[in-house]
Structures are given as C-alpha cells and as structure tokens.
C-alpha cells in the first residue's frame, strides 16, 4: 500500500492546461520511482477540505501518511528526503541538486519547465 498521495484538479482551463504544477512532483515521484496515486478535487467547487490542504485553494499537495505538504518546491524538498535518486546524501550531490531545483522554487518555472520538455 501506498502512504504518497497527490492531490489536483479534475479539470483545468485550456490555457493552463500541462502546466499544472503537479506535473513536477509526478515527474520527481517517476525519476525515484516511488510508489504514489493520485487524488482529484473539484476545479469548480473548493470545498473547507481543500483550503485546510492548501490554504490559497490551490494545487498541488501531497500526503504522506500524517504529513500534508504544499507548494510544489517543498513538496520536491519532501520527496528529496525519501530517495537519494532526487537528493544525493553526499554535499557535492547535495548542492547540485538544490541549485538546479531553485528555479523551480523561486517560481522561473514556465520559462525552464519549456526548456527543457
Ligand atoms: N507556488 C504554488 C503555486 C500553486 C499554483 O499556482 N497552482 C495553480 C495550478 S498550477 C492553481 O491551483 N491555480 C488555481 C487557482 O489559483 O485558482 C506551488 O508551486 O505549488
């Protein structure tokens, strides 16, 4: 059984539509190779359960047994602590892994996320 569950939108604009931000966190989930499923909430109707997941009524989370997490960057960060193949144990690693993820977090992500697809 799995404890990793993503959480986003059953239905996005066209506009955004492969933009998702939850498209990194599945990207990272499939380069560790973590076992994870993957849960809808409704785009149209944010229900009390959604805003106390994400406060902003955004996507994505995730949950990790008794753990909510938010913001995709710090859900990368998360996931970086369950698989050496996203975070390296040894510094050099480390740090490689942090500069090449800080775009992300510091929200260039449109512009690098088409770089490099
Ligand atoms: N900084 C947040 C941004 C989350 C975000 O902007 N999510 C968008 C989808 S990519 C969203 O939920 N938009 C709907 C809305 O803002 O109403 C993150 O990286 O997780």
């Known amino acids: 059984m799995t404890?990793?569950?993503?959480?986003?939108?059953?239905?996005?604009?066209?506009?955004?539509?492969?933009y998702v931000r939850d498209l990194r966190v599945r990207w990272a989930l499939e380069e560790?190779?973590?076992?994870?499923?993957?849960?809808?909430?409704?785009?149209?109707?944010?229900g009390s359960d959604h805003f106390s997941h994400?406060?902003?009524?955004?996507?994505?989370?995730?949950?990790?047994?008794?753990?909510?997490?938010?913001?995709?960057?710090?859900?990368?960060l998360h996931l970086g602590e369950r698989s050496s193949k996203l975070m390296p144990t040894e510094p050099c690693g480390r740090s490689d892994m942090t500069q090449s993820g800080s775009p992300t977090i510091s929200e260039r992500r449109l512009s690098h996320e088409k770089a490099i697809a």
């Open 32 to 46: 560790a190779g973590l076992p994870y499923r993957v849960n809808s909430v409704p785009f149209r109707d944010r």
């Open 54 to 76: 994400q406060p902003f009524g955004q996507v994505p989370w995730l949950t990790d047994g008794d753990i909510s997490i938010f913001e995709s960057g710090a859900i990368l």
């Open 3 to 18: 404890d990793l569950i993503l959480t986003t939108f059953d239905w996005v604009p066209e506009a955004p539509r492969g």
